[in-house]
């Protein structure tokens, strides 16, 4: 992408569709091998169209984080939806219920017997009962039931209350512990089954371990989401090729005060300070030696070797640390479409964080 | 603000006015005792709003990092505004030149002959040149000539540039060390006054030093931007009281899984990730036990002691630890006024990142 003509202005994020589409393609045929429902979470892109690519590409429906993200979605026609989150409070029950009367399938999450009575509480008198899955904490240390005998009597719960219907189990679960995952779903599973409480779905997912992604005899879902785009922290665990990562941010260098220091104008606001631990906010293709060292709001500092100099005026492409955030920075990208045509790609479900 | 009812949904960012306008207040009368202009950044609150009321309160101008704020900022009648970027490119020059056009003073930085001479190529045949100040770097590690000779010699050249007028001096300083800015700044005065260059202006800049900030016989102007709302990094280093941080995140608890972690709605699309070696990502008001220990996009992770547990449901306020990185995250924020009234307000440049 260094070679394109400066049409547009920077910093910017260019999204190559090509990637993006094989990408999709890639992971959807892994996906099917293994006979796992592929269920992408749209956080990545927050994009109608993408959301739409990985549809007609085979994925089985959609997840989101926010309510305020699935109402973007659900907009657009899209009408299978997971949101993997505890909704709380009377304000976000209401949405949720308008949400649930205009698309085809939509589901949530619990992890206490709190937010499983606020669902029911909403959707006790709805025309159709809400599906609601027990989230599970397997490692990660977020949100989730802490064993498997808790996920089987909040969802015994679930079973019971009205205006829900038991869904099934979803985890998020730590890298690199598939077994240990497994082991919780099929003890809970199993659980369930002995009280007579089926589970439609299992969920796991994480782009991190996406091709070691299988069903272990208990999932029937994956959930990922930046696998469509990837990133520099995919790359640098080797989960996929610097090539294969389909979203750039391009910068322009607005100083060069010393000869192993530049200064470009893509900062915090575009590249954000996710994931110092990788050293450096962003790899600058083509200079390898180069690290970002530090990211004010709207400046980048570059360090680089003597030999290895830019120029004022000169535009760099980085890969950035965590995709996900940095499409939330801005109000549209850039999309590189055949043949190397720039056309607007607007990033439908920014900033929705309710 | 914890006694709020639940009048609007979170994660939201909270504003008390009353706090906001005694920070400008004060620092106004600090700069006004000390002789110095205060340019207030605009950065930290990217709100019409909160610009008219520093104006109000004496500010001599605004500071803007990039064009797109200054549009924002001149569409609303502000019209003394400095750019404190090196504005790079034949699209961003032409935006230039418009707005300079329609604001009654507007004035930018050059740190290099190649940013001089790219102003000069745009407002060489403008009807009114284009002030233009030396960027001086003076130990911030960012933009700016690196000694003041270089700095003599670049005012010199901007002073003979069709289309521009030379403006003075800027730094952004390191913090801690106002003597050497001081030493800098004086040289490159000195130098350009040898050569019967004036210094029209000679500014300088932070909050972390701004109690500390004086003329020093040389000063004219200082640029801050965070005082107005202040953050839990100033908080820490003491330079306000946790009284004076009038930005305040509010978020809901929507999981405690284990006895000593508790999840929050509010996640790095709204505290973000910076400044993570303050330890942790924001100070919960009333828990000072409590750690912000990880964020996820749409997840906080609490860590506190077994005896001070939150319940689901439960609100927390947290100082954020970057305020100026929090306000660009949302489209509008509360603004909590007299009598604990509160009324959307606009983040209107939210974004701007061009």
């Known amino acids: 992408m260094a070679s394109d003509p400066p049409t547009f202005e920077t910093p910017a994020l260019v999204i190559d569709e090509a990637t993006a589409l094989r990408n999709i393609a890639r992971f959807?045929?892994?996906?099917?091998?293994?006979?796992?429902?592929?269920?992408?979470?749209?956080?990545?892109?927050?994009?109608?169209?993408?959301?739409?690519a990985q549809i007609a590409a085979g994925a089985a429906g959609i997840t989101c984080q926010k309510i305020g993200e699935a109402e973007v979605m659900a907009d657009a026609g899209i009408d299978d939806i997971l949101i993997t989150y505890n909704i709380i409070g009377a304000a976000k029950l209401a949405r949720l219920?308008?949400?649930?009367?205009?698309?085809?399938?939509l589901s949530v999450v619990a992890d206490s017997a709190v937010v499983a009575d606020g669902l029911s509480g909403a959707f006790g008198v709805a025309p159709r009962p809400l599906t609601v899955l027990v989230e599970c904490e397997t490692g990660a240390g977020r949100c989730g039931v802490q064993t498997p005998q808790d996920a089987v009597a909040l969802g015994q719960k679930i079973a019971?209350?009205?205006?829900?219907?038991?869904?099934?189990?979803?985890?998020?679960?730590?890298?690199?512990?598939?077994?240990?995952?497994?082991?919780?779903?099929r003890?809970?599973?199993?659980?369930?089954?002995?009280?007579?409480?089926g589970c439609p779905e299992v969920s796991s997912g994480g782009s991190p371990d996406m091709w070691r992604a299988e069903t272990g005899g208990v999932l029937t879902e994956y959930r990922a989401g930046t696998y469509i785009f990837n990133d520099r922290s995919l790359a640098e665990r080797g989960t996929c090729a610097w090539s294969d990562c389909a979203a750039h941010v391009a910068a322009t260098v607005v100083s060069t005060p010393t000869g192993t220091r530049a200064i470009i104008d893509a900062g915090s606001k575009v590249l954000t300070s996710d994931l110092p631990d990788l050293g450096g906010f962003g790899h600058v293709i083509g200079h390898p030696g180069m690290r970002i060292t530090g990211l004010n709001e709207e400046h980048g500092i570059i360090r680089h070797d003597p030999g290895d100099r830019l120029s004022v005026g000169d535009r760099v492409m980085i890969i950035p640390n965590h995709i996900c955030v940095v499409s939330n920075m801005l109000d549209?990208?850039?999309?590189?479409?055949?043949?190397?045509?720039?056309?607007?790609?607007?990033?439908?479900?920014?900033?929705?964080?309710?």
């Open 28 to 52: 959807q045929a892994h996906c099917d091998r293994t006979g796992l429902k592929l269920r992408p979470h749209i956080k990545t892109h927050k994009s109608i169209r993408f959301a739409r």
């Open 97 to 105: 219920r308008a949400l649930a009367g205009r698309v085809k399938a």
């Open 160 to 185: 019971t209350l009205p205006g829900l219907r038991f869904g099934g189990l979803m985890t998020y679960p730590p890298v690199g512990d598939g077994a240990g995952v497994l082991d919780f779903m």
């Open 187 to 197: 003890a809970a599973r199993a659980g369930l089954e002995a009280r007579g409480i």
């Open 332 to 354: 549209s990208a850039w999309l590189r479409r055949e043949g190397g045509k720039l056309t607007a790609l607007p990033i439908d479900a920014r900033g929705r964080v309710i």
